[in-house]
């Protein structure tokens, strides 16, 4: 998987695969991108940091399936405070936009 941020014009793209785009469909300022067999291959986000900041709050589950990382990796982040959170009783959460910019 591949994660890139676009940050002069705000465009987060997200390739599950390396394979052709065959169609497309855009909704909403999200654009899935699909190959010759209907399968999903990528998701590009226009005006992504807007779309995220807009819920403020991921869980912990949420931050780390969207960075492609797993939660003992995220865990270890945290305690070496390389990461952003806000901690609501055992919970632990992050600003959508903190995650963009670390997915970046």
Do not use: P, W
Not at 68 to 87: H, L, N, Q, V
């Amino acid at each position: 998987m591949k994660i890139h941020h676009d940050k002069t014009i705000d465009y987060l793209s997200i390739d599950f695969t390396d394979e052709i785009e065959s169609k497309s469909e855009y909704k909403d300022g999200i654009i899935v991108r699909y190959n010759k067999k209907g399968a999903v291959i990528g998701i590009d986000i226009t005006d992504s940091i807007k779309l995220f900041a807009s819920s403020d709050l991921m869980t912990l589950q949420e931050a780390c399936a969207l960075l492609g990382i797993s939660e003992s990796t995220m865990r270890r982040r945290i305690k070496a405070d390389k990461i952003k959170f806000i901690k609501e009783g055992k919970d632990y959460r992050f600003k959508k936009s903190e995650i963009i910019k670390l997915a970046a």
